[in-house]
């Protein structure tokens, strides 16, 4: 080898002195950045984010039921142009994949929801804002007027207050309306009894020891306005930070039925869907109703323990509702060939929950714009290697192209 040849070796850049963003560039998959939000977060919230309810069952399934499903790929087809894009209720999204909503997004960073509607905007893909948000609708609208906003609603006791949501959402420009319908009571979250964990958090002996241990979070946090559900003010009317997840959890109502369906139905005008673990028969009868969409999750496996993976949904709720209805799924979904692999059994997108947040626990917005971009190359990625080159492609021929392992 000539020294010329050897020089042409030779990477002498320095590091980025900026730690953060150097860790970011170092993560390349998910489990990555998750790996680096662990050491950024206090260990409560980390568990509060990561656990499940009850015994984890349905947690620990949901990753596994995806990953279940092996690729068969056609030989040979001309991938040059393959082509992630898509149309979600007859909107372009860059890929189908989206953000799905988050409850108290600020306490993981404190850029928070904005950061994730920024991020999903950029990126040309849907943003799920949660009723239970710590930025309100109208605020979120105002920063991200351009990003494709979808609002999730959970049913409140008050029927007052949820068509006051329904009504603010609506004229605030959002464009789907999500119902979440798993919540009739409050899951019990293992992880967080244990810890001792509360929203909002309270300064204890354990949370003083946490501040020692990463003084970055809490100083953060202590420099940011106080942590607050926006969307909703406390019935005392000391304001929305009046509430914490346990009382304001108790306002949500076990009875709703379908007829406060057919009610909500009928004061939204856009897109309606609803969100849970919702089986073959249920979603025939929420078409009936009128409804557009089903959003199939078991809350990331935080609500029912042991529910059935919402990926084992897709191809039977597909297969009864038909074409004509919209079909989501989320819970468990960390990478693009899993993404691909709900297209190929009937969905027109799937969701990430987790997995956007450690991104922002991360980086903040480049974090979340980390995990599009990762995501999205996955996807893209794994069409290409299979034979495909559009999204109605791989769900068209989802049947020949997935097998059982
Ligand atoms: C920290 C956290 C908070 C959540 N808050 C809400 C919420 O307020 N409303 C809702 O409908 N779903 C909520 N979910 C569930 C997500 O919308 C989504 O169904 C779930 O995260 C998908 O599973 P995954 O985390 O495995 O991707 C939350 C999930 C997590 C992890």
Redesign the pocket.
């Known amino acids: 080898m000539k020294a010329a040849d050897v020089l042409e070796l030779v990477d002498l850049s320095l590091p980025d002195p900026n730690g953060r963003r150097r860790r970011l560039a170092s993560a390349h998959t998910v489990e990555d950045l998750e790996r680096i939000a662990r050491r950024a977060l206090p260990r409560s919230v980390y568990d ?3 656990g499940g309810a009850e015994e984890e069952r349905s ?1 620990s399934n ?2 596994a039921a995806i990953r279940r499903w092996r690729f068969a790929p056609t030989a040979l087809a001309d991938v040059t142009n393959a082509d992630s894009r898509t149309s979600l209720f007859g909107h372009d999204a860059r890929a189908p994949f989206g953000f ?6 600020r306490m ?1 960073d404190t850029t928070g929801e904005p950061a994730v509607a920024a991020a999903a905007g950029a990126a040309g893909i849907p943003y ?1 804002l ?4 710590t930025t309100s609708l109208e605020d979120l609208a105002t920063l991200s007027p351009s990003t494709d906003r979808w609002f ?1 609603l ?1 049913v409140w006791k008050d029927r007052g207050l949820t068509r006051e949501l329904v009504d603010r959402a609506q004229l605030a420009g959002y464009r789907v309306l ?1 119902v ?1 319908i ?2 009739a009571v409050a899951a019990l979250r293992t992880r967080d009894v244990k810890s001792g964990f509360t929203i909002p958090p309270r300064l204890t002996l354990r949370s003083v020891f946490d501040i020692g241990t990463r003084p970055r979070y809490w100083w953060a946090m202590l420099r940011s306005p106080a942590l607050q559900f926006a969307n909703v003010s406390s019935p005392s009317g000391s304001g929305a930070s009046g509430y914490s997840i346990a009382n304001i959890t108790q306002q949500f109502d076990p009875g709703v039925t379908w007829s406060d369906l057919e009610e909500i139905r009928s004061h939204w005008h856009g897109p309606l869907v609803l ?1 849970g673990p919702i089986g073959p028969a249920d979603a025939l009868r929420a078409r009936d109703l009128g409804i557009d969409g089903v ?1 199939l ?6 609500q029912l323990d042991r529910a059935v993976a919402p990926i084992d949904l897709v191809r039977p709720v597909r297969e009864s509702v038909g074409p004509g209805m919209s079909v989501f799924v ?5 990478h693009g060939a899993d993404v691909a692999t709900a297209i190929a059994l009937g969905a027109d997108a799937a ?5 956007y ?1 450690w991104g922002l626990a991360a980086g903040g917005r480049p974090g979340v714009d980390r995990v599009a971009r990762i995501v999205h190359q996955e996807l893209l990625r794994t069409m290409q290697l299979l034979g495909v080159s559009t999204i109605d492609e791989l769900r068209g021929r989802g049947h020949e192209l997935l097998a059982l392992a």
């Open positions: 509060y984010v990561a947690l949901n990753g799905a909503p988050t409850g108290y997004t993981i799920v949660s009723t239970m948000a999730q959970y999500e979440a798993d919540t969100k959003h999750s078991n809350h990331g496996g935080r989320d819970s468990g979904f960390t969701f990430l929950g987790r997995a947040l």
